[in-house]
């Protein structure tokens, strides 16, 4: 029988460092026999890529950047993660919604409770809940990159041109960190907190210590594969 699926998101504030870990994961899932699904938001599909873009470049109101990154986010639900999942792939997606209550919501001020409709619009999956009921898809599992807005600016410092979030002033990623802050609140199970000032091996020794506590990797696999 195949594996279960499993649904691991990604998160934090540009220039918190997850690039690196979720390669290195990657690498470690399959040294261990399991199919990955690597992919991220927004994107994932060749529409919510030309939906990435348009967000990440053009200037828009609140709403329709909104309803852009919902959009992004229902077709890659439907097309790549929901197939993904029933194959019995490890799902990893950097960023998935807590970035949008977290960027849109914190960052932006957009109203959350706006937001909460729309995660139970699109991430609905009709017929998947236990006796063929509909439920709300989330990850089973979320690693917050927690780490200082002062200290992330300075490692993106001139690293590349910026785009419309990383352009964003530290205060900004205050309260983006502080949506991140709230999500874990709500939903303590869901997350794990990876100290991200820690220099890169302590850091994924945390990631690893969270999957093995989960009982989704070995710790030989742990060991042995460090980015
Ligand atoms: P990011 O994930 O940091 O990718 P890269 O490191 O390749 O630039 O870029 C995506 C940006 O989009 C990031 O600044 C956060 C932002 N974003 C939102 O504002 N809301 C969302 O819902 C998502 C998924 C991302």
């Given at each position: 029988?195949?594996?279960?699926?499993?649904?691991?998101?990604?998160?934090?504030?540009?220039?918190?460092?997850?690039?690196?870990?979720?390669?290195?994961?990657?690498?470690?899932?399959?040294?261990?026999?399991?199919?990955?699904?690597?992919?991220?938001?927004?994107?994932?599909?060749?529409?919510?890529?030309?939906?990435?873009?348009?967000?990440?470049?053009?200037?828009?109101?609140?709403?329709?950047?909104?309803?852009?990154?919902?959009?992004?986010?229902?077709?890659?639900?439907?097309?790549?993660?929901?197939?993904a999942l029933a194959r019995g792939d490890m799902v990893l997606c950097d960023r998935f919604t807590?970035?949008?209550?977290?960027?849109?919501?914190?960052?932006?001020?957009?109203?959350?409770?706006?937001?909460?409709?729309?995660?139970?619009?699109?991430?609905?999956?009709?017929?998947?809940?236990?006796?063929?009921?509909?439920?709300?898809?989330?990850?089973?599992?979320?690693?917050?990159?927690?780490?200082?807005?002062?200290?992330?600016?300075?490692?993106?410092?001139?690293?590349?041109?910026?785009?419309?979030?990383?352009a964003q002033p530290v205060e900004f990623f205050r309260r983006v960190a502080n949506g991140y802050?709230?999500?874990?609140?709500?939903?303590?199970?869901?997350?794990?907190?990876?100290?991200?000032?820690?220099?890169?091996?302590?850091?994924?020794?945390?990631?690893?210590?969270?999957?093995?506590?989960?009982?989704?990797?070995?710790?030989?696999?742990?060991?042995?594969?460090?980015?």
């Amino acid at each position: 029988m195949a594996p279960a699926g499993i649904f691991i998101s990604f998160e934090g504030i540009d220039g918190a460092g997850k690039s690196t870990h979720i390669e290195g994961l990657a690498q470690a899932f399959r040294a261990q026999g399991r199919a990955v699904t690597q992919t991220r938001e927004p994107g994932g599909t060749p529409l919510a890529e030309k939906l990435r873009a348009m967000v990440l470049a053009d200037a828009m109101d609140d709403l329709t950047e909104v309803l852009l990154l919902f959009a992004a986010r229902r077709d890659h639900l439907l097309q790549v993660i929901e197939p993904a999942l029933a194959r019995g792939d490890m799902v990893l997606c950097d960023r998935f919604t807590d970035a949008t209550f977290a960027y849109q919501g914190s960052g932006r001020g957009f109203d959350w409770q706006v937001l909460g409709q729309l995660e139970q619009w699109v991430q609905n999956t009709p017929g998947q809940g236990a006796g063929g009921t509909s439920f709300l898809r989330q990850p089973d599992l979320t690693l917050w990159f927690d780490l200082p807005p002062e200290l992330a600016a300075q490692r993106l410092a001139g690293a590349r041109l910026p785009d419309r979030f990383e352009a964003q002033p530290v205060e900004f990623f205050r309260r983006v960190a502080n949506g991140y802050a709230q999500r874990l609140a709500a939903a303590p199970g869901r997350f794990a907190s990876i100290d991200a000032t820690l220099e890169r091996h302590a850091v994924w020794q945390q990631i690893t210590q969270a999957l093995v506590r989960r009982g989704w990797l070995s710790i030989m696999v742990s060991n042995t594969k460090r980015p």
